[in-house]
């Protein structure tokens, strides 16, 4: 089974949260989930993929990405893109 990639760059304070709740429905993946956060403004290896982001964003296998963020958005989009690896 293939590992599940969340980038998740949080580009505000408020988007601190987000990023936990992001860490936090993953870890109820284990292993199948690998999650990276990026903080603009410190971090800058995501520039290079996916360019200049001025709203915090959850990017899924490096293609599919997601600006309108809650709790429930992240659990539904993690949980399709682990059970979609199932199917591979």
Request: aromatic share 8%; glycine share 8%.
């Amino acid at each position: 089974m293939a590992k599940v990639k969340v980038e998740f760059i949080n580009t505000c304070s408020s988007c601190v949260e987000i990023g936990r709740t992001i860490q936090d429905v993953a870890a109820g993946y284990g292993d199948d989930v690998d999650v990276t956060l990026y903080v603009a403004g410190r971090d800058f290896d995501y520039l290079k993929k996916y360019g200049m982001v001025c709203k915090g964003t959850m990017i899924i296998n490096g293609k599919t990405k997601y600006d309108n963020l809650n709790r429930e958005i992240i659990e539904k989009v993690i949980d399709k893109a682990v059970h979609e690896t199932d199917d591979v």
